[in-house]
Nanobody
Framework: QVQLVESGGGLAQAGDSLRLSCAAT???????????MGWFRQVPGKEREFVAA????????YYADSVKNRFTISRDNAKKTVYLQMDNLKAEDTAVYYC??????????????????WGQGTQVTVSS
């Protein structure tokens, strides 16, 4: 069974920090280091939007303009885990955050449909 399990969401105040984690389990992720990993977020009534992504080695990282210089994506291939460090949170960061995996570890994409596996999501709520 292939699973991506997010954790670390919760309530925060504007200016606070949270760190999201996404752990990969299952046979498909025996080669976790070959996957391109991304974080997306979604609010009710809106499309899922790209937040950040990281290449298989961690050498390339990409961010949405709205989170650049506030969020940091990283990965630990030995632990099969990807992280999203969120600093200086704003009320507009409130959303359900999803972890996603793409088999082609070198292909960068901001399009949700390009990703092959998804987590169940974790809620982040930021009060102003």
């Amino acid at each position: 069974q292939v699973q991506l399990v997010e954790s670390g969401g919760g309530l925060a105040q504007a200016g606070d920090s949270l760190r999201l984690s996404c752990a990969a389990t299952g046979r498909a992720f025996s080669s976790f280091s070959s996957y391109f990993m991304g974080w997306f977020r979604q609010v009710p009534g809106k499309e899922r939007e790209f937040v950040a992504a990281i290449s298989w080695s961690g050498g390339s990282r990409y961010y949405a303009d709205s989170v650049k210089n506030r969020f940091t994506i990283s990965r630990d291939n030995a632990k099969k885990t990807v992280y999203l460090q969120m600093d200086n949170l704003k009320a507009e960061d409130t959303a359900v955050y999803y972890c996603a995996a793409e088999r082609d570890g070198s292909r960068y994409s901001r399009t949700p449909t390009d990703y092959d596996f998804w987590g169940q999501g974790t809620q982040v709520t930021v009060s102003s």
